[in-house]
């Protein structure tokens, strides 16, 4: 009988793996950004479709984004942020000071 694999284990080896890590922090800021997206809209009680309107997207994009499927680019931030009454702040740090 073989022994089974931690979750730990199993994440540890995926991400040992050449160019896992980006890829696995690259998907973490996706979602990040989705989660906080999604989290104002319904904080404003908006719709996808309403919020799409107003960034002058299409409600499936905003689905596609607040679920973490697409790497949104800086314009494409600024209007979401504008159409949530937000402002968007972009910064860099050491990594060292990163959390």
Same mark, same amino acid.
């Given at each position: 009988?073989? $022994? *089974?694999?931690?979750?730990?284990?199993?994440?540890?080896?995926?991400?040992?793996?050449?160019?896992?890590?980006?890829?696995? $922090? @690259? @998907?973490?800021?996706?979602? %990040?950004?989705?989660? !906080? +997206? *999604?989290?104002?809209? %319904?904080?404003?009680?908006? !719709? #996808?479709?309403?919020?799409? @309107? %107003?960034?002058? /997207? #299409?409600?499936?994009?905003?689905?596609?984004?607040?679920?973490?499927?697409?790497?949104? !680019?800086?314009?494409?931030? $600024?209007?979401?942020?504008? @159409?949530? #009454? /937000?402002?968007?702040? +972009? %910064? /860099?740090?050491?990594?060292?000071?990163?959390?």
């Amino acid at each position: 009988m073989t $022994e *089974r694999t931690s979750w730990r284990e199993m994440r540890e080896g995926i991400l040992g793996r050449p160019g896992a890590g980006a890829a696995y $922090e @690259a @998907a973490r800021i996706r979602f %990040e950004l989705g989660e !906080t +997206v *999604r989290l104002r809209r %319904e904080a404003l009680g908006m !719709t #996808q479709a309403q919020l799409a @309107a %107003e960034a002058g /997207m #299409q409600q499936p994009a905003v689905a596609r984004f607040e679920a973490g499927g697409t790497m949104p !680019t800086i314009v494409v931030l $600024e209007r979401l942020a504008l @159409a949530l #009454q /937000m402002r968007l702040t +972009v %910064e /860099m740090e050491p990594l060292e000071r990163a959390s």
